[in-house]
């Protein structure tokens, strides 16, 4: 992975197999601390103790495409090499909540790529779930929710290229607010 | 053009998109959108499948063409990726693999607008002539 835009891509995608029908992301930016950390929660259907400890194991899937799954392993490999950590919590029937941390100015960390980009194609991929995403920088937040942006626009397709790109945008200015 | 940053910002713009998007679909059959399906799982999206989907959105919002691109999961074609599944009205899903930028555009392009046939199917659902 290129970035880290793509492995929330990637997080993303396992809440929607799992059902879930509402995602948070949350990004915290503690520069005074030097701590980044991604937060992924959602309320599918969550997985038992054991799944839970095979799910780092690269060998382990339950996909039937293939035999490899390496979506959790490479976000906790690049979690811990900016001396940061890998929580997975789950409980079956109530959801899954993934906490990464990483060293914000570590060399290896690496740069967050395209998260308005990420969070909107995702999201109106699928425009029944709900995806709350709040970024916070040092003292300042941002709060995206697709219920009440879906609310206001109302009668027009979010899946529309158009509504996308504005969606796209919208995150890209606020998102370029709180960072200056 | 103003930013949008603003809930009544968005709203604004809503407006306009609104009586464009509806003029549109007024011209055409309401039915008649392309569907495009990007794979994005962890294969997908580590070989640029994201790009691939920008890229797609953005050609069909600068060419005007009703469709809609939305991600879906492994399609099994790991080492054909990035892989994506174009639907047009009325007709069988085609399979392609190995999109990046150039073959999104020339996809667009050659078989979405003009309906010629471009190298790069995975022959997924083809079918065989009983006897």
């Known amino acids: ?35 980044l950390r991604i937060s992924i929660y959602d309320d599918g259907v969550g997985m038992s103790e054991k799944v839970v400890a095979q799910v780092v194991d690269p060998f382990y899937t339950t996909r039937t495409t293939r035999k490899v799954g390496l979506g959790i392993p490479l976000f906790k490999q690049n979690a811990e090499s900016t001396g940061g950590s890998f929580k997975i919590v789950s409980k079956e029937g109530v959801g899954t909540k993934i906490d990464a941390e990483f060293g914000h100015a570590h060399i290896d960390r690496q740069p967050f790529g ?10 109106t991929s699928y425009p029944d779930v709900r995806f709350v995403y709040t970024h916070t ?18 009668g027009i397709s979010v899946q529309s290229p158009e509504v996308v790109l504005m969606l796209k945008e919208f995150i890209e200015n606020n998102l370029d607010e709180i960072n200056n | 053009m103003e930013k949008i940053k603003s809930l009544a910002d968005l709203k604004k713009k809503q407006k ?17 959108h392309v569907q495009v399906k990007v794979s994005m799982s962890t294969c997908g999206i580590a070989s640029g499948a994201k790009h691939t989907m920008d890229v797609l959105i953005e050609e069909f919002q600068q060419r005007q063409i009703d469709a809609i691109v939305t991600q879906t999961g492994c399609m099994g074609y790991c080492f054909a990726e990035p892989t994506i599944e174009i639907t047009k009205p009325g007709e ?5 693999g190995y999109v990046n930028k150039e073959k999104a555009i020339e996809i667009v392009e050659r078989y979405v607008q003009k309906g010629e046939l471009v190298e790069g199917i995975i022959p997924k659902n083809y079918q065989s002539i009983e006897k």
């Open chain 1, 1 to 35: 992975m290129k970035n880290l835009s793509l492995h929330i891509i990637d997080i993303f995608q396992n809440s929607v197999s799992a059902k879930a029908h509402k995602i948070e992301l949350i990004i915290v930016e503690d520069r005074i601390n030097d701590i």
């Open chain 1, 114 to 123: 395209d998260i308005a980009g990420a969070v909107v194609l995702t999201a």
């Open chain 2, 16 to 32: 306009a998109l609104k009586a464009k998007i509806d003029l549109r679909e007024r011209a055409n059959d309401p039915e008649s």
């Open chain 2, 92 to 96: 069988e899903p085609i399979v392609f």
């Open chain 1, 137 to 154: 920088v040092d003292d300042k937040t941002f709060v995206f929710d697709t219920q009440e942006v879906y609310e206001l626009l109302e």
